[in-house]
C-alpha cells in the first residue's frame, strides 16, 4: 500500500501488528507457548521413564544424558547443579518428574494460568518468565541444599506464573481473590505435606513476581528495554545464587 506525500512521492507504510497489553505481539494461538512447554514436560516425563527405562533410584536419564544429577570424581553424586559442566541440570530439572501424579498437578496448573498470562505478556516474554522462575527455584535448592539437592519438576517455574499473575491482576485492578487463594493453598501444601520442597516453590514465585512486575510497570517509552533488563538482571541473580552455591560446595 503506498501513500500520496505532499511532494508528491510515495511513501509504503506497513500495517501495524497488534500488541498485547504490555508488547508482546498477538499473533495466532495466544496460548501457543504453553501447549509447547506441558508437551515438552510430558515428553521428556514419557522419554525418561518408559523409552529409555533408564531411571535408578534418583538419578534421571534420557539416554546416557543424565537431566537431573551428576557425579564427582570421587564417587559423591550432586542433584540440580554440579559445578562447571553441571549446570545445564538447573534447566533439564524443570522438565524432570517423579510420577504421574507430580508431572499432572504441574501440568494442569500450568494450563490453568499459563494462556492468560501468555496473551497479556506475548509469547517471548511468557517463555522468558517461566524459565527464569524455573532457573531461580533451582538455583536456590542449589545454594541451600549443595551436595543434597534432590529436586526435580516444572513447580518452580508454575510458581512463578503464579506470581506474575498476581502482579498483572493487581496491576490491571482486576480481583485478587482466586489466585491469592490459589498460591495460599498450594504454600500451605508446600509446607506440610513432606518431600515438597520448599525452596523451589519460594524461589519460583519471587522470582516470577520480580520478573512480572519488571515486565507488567516498564513505562511505555523503554517497555523493551526495561523488560529485557529486568530479564538479564533476574538472570545474573541466579548466576551469582549458582557460583556461591558452588563455592561453597567446593570449600
Sequence with gaps: MAQDQPGGGERATRPRVPTTPYGGRLTGDGALVTKVLIAANVVVFLAAHYLYRSMAGDDYHVGSWDMFSAVAPDGTRYGVAAGPGGWYRLLTGMFMHQGWVHLGSNMLALWWL?????????????????????LAGNALVFLLSGDAARSVGASGAVFGVFGATAVLLRAARQPLGPVVALIAVNLVITFSVPGIDWRAHVGGLAAGMLT???MVH?????????????????????????LVGTARLAG
Design 114 to 134: 499459563g494462556p492468560a498470562l501468555e496473551r497479556a505478556l506475548g509469547r517471548l516474554r511468557f517463555l522468558a518468565l517461566y524459565l527464569v522462575s524455573g
Design 212 to 214: 512480572g512486575a519488571g
Design 218 to 242: 516498564a513505562p511505555r517509552a523503554n517497555r523493551d528495554l526495561v523488560q529485557a533488563g529486568t530479564v538479564v538482571l533476574m538472570l545474573a541473580v541466579v548466576l551469582g545464587t549458582v
